[in-house]
C-alpha cells in the first residue's frame, strides 16, 4: 500500500497559502541572489577578500629513512593549493537563489509535494548549501586535509537527506499516525559528528589567541541556527500549535533558512576581509 497515498486523496492547499509561500520564496530568492553578486564582485576587485585563502592538503602514507638508513611507514602531506574564501561564500548565497527560484518555476510540482508532507527542493538544496558552509567553517579550525574536509561534507550532506527520509516514511496527514523517529535520530548523529571533527582540531592544541575573533562567532551562530532546523521538524511532528499546519513549518523553514544564511554567510564573507595570519601579501 502506498504510504502517501493511503490516508484520503492529497488534500488541496489553500490559495491564501499558495499566495504567501509564493511570496517567501520571491523575497527570499531574491535577496539571497543579491547578496551573492554583491559577495561575488567585492570577492574577486577587492584585494584584502581575493587575498584571503586556505589551503588543501594531502595526508598519505610514506617510506621515511632515518639518518641511520632504516625506514618506516609514516604520514606525509602533500599541498593541493589555496582555496580563495569570498567566492565560495558566494556560491552559498547562489545555491539558496537557485533552490527558491527552481520551486517558482516548478510552483505545481512544489506544491503538490507539500500537500503530501515533502519538500525535495528544501533538502537537495540544504544538501548544498550546508555542507559548503560547513567545510568551510571546518577550513577556518585548521581542518586543511582534502579526506576530512570530504568526509565532513558527505556526513552533513546525508544528514540533509534523513530529513528528506523523515518526511518521506511518515504522513502527517494521518491524525493517528506513528511518527517513525529513526531518521531523525541517524541524521542527529550524522549532523553531528562534523562537529566532533572540528572539535578535535579546534581543542586540540587549546584555544588559540591566533584564530581570529570572527571564527568564534560564526562556530557559535551556526551551531545556534543550525539546531533550529531540528527543532522546527520536532514541532512540526508534535504538531504543536500553529506546526499543527505542516505549510505553517513549511513557511518557518523559509524564514530561518533566510535568516540564518544572510547572518553567517556575512559573518564568514566580512571576517576574511580582516587582517590575519592567512591572509597573503598582495
Not at 486523496?9 to 531574491?30: F, R
Request: hydrophobic share 45%; aromatic share 20%.
Amino acid at each position: 500500500m502506498d504510504h502517501k497515498g493511503s490516508i484520503n486523496e492529497v488534500k488541496a492547499i489553500s490559495d491564501e497559502w499558495v499566495s504567501w509561500l509564493t511570496k517567501y520564496n520571491q523575497i527570499a530568492g531574491g535577496l539571497h541572489f543579491v547578496q551573492g553578486c554583491i559577495q561575488l564582485v567585492l570577492g574577486v576587485t577587492v584585494d584584502s577578500y581575493k587575498n584571503f585563502k586556505l589551503p588543501l592538503r594531502l595526508v598519505y602514507l610514506a617510506n621515511v629513512e632515518t639518518p641511520e638508513g632504516k625506514e618506516y611507514l609514516d604520514t606525509k602531506s602533500k599541498d593541493w593549493g589555496d582555496v580563495a574564501i569570498a567566492p565560495i561564500v558566494a556560491i552559498f548565497f547562489f545555491l539558496s537563489a537557485f533552490a527558491h527560484f527552481t520551486v517558482l518555476f516548478k510552483k505545481e510540482a512544489y506544491f503538490s509535494q507539500l500537500a503530501n508532507g515533502t519538500n525535495y527542493f528544501r533538502w537537495w538544496e540544504y544538501a548544498f548549501s550546508s555542507s559548503f558552509m560547513i567545510v568551510i567553517i571546518a577550513q577556518l579550525f585548521g581542518v586543511y586535509d582534502i579526506a576530512s574536509l570530504f568526509l565532513i561534507f558527505s556526513s552533513n550532506f546525508a544528514t540533509q537527506f534523513m530529513g528528506l527520509l523523515m518526511e518521506e516514511i511518515n504522513d502527517l496527514r494521518d491524525e493517528n499516525g506513528k511518527v517513525n523517529w529513526t531518521p531523525f535520530y541517524v541524521g542527529c548523529l550524522t549532523g553531528f559528528s562534523p562537529w566532533v571533527a572540528i572539535a578535535f582540531y579546534f581543542l586540540g592544541s587549546g584555544p588559540s589567541k591566533e584564530i581570529p575573533g570572527f571564527v568564534y562567532a560564526v562556530l557559535f551562530c551556526y551551531f545556534l541556527f543550525f539546531n533550529t532546523f531540528p527543532v522546527n521538524m520536532i514541532l512540526q511532528y508534535k504538531k504543536y500549535s500553529y506546526w499543527k499546519e505542516y505549510l505553517f513549518g513549511e513557511q518557518t523553514y523559509i524564514i530561518l533558512s533566510l535568516v540564518s544564511k544572510s547572518l553567517l554567510g556575512w559573518l564568514v564573507f566580512n571576517g576574511v576581509n580582516q587582517p590575519n595570519q592567512y591572509t597573503d601579501s598582495p
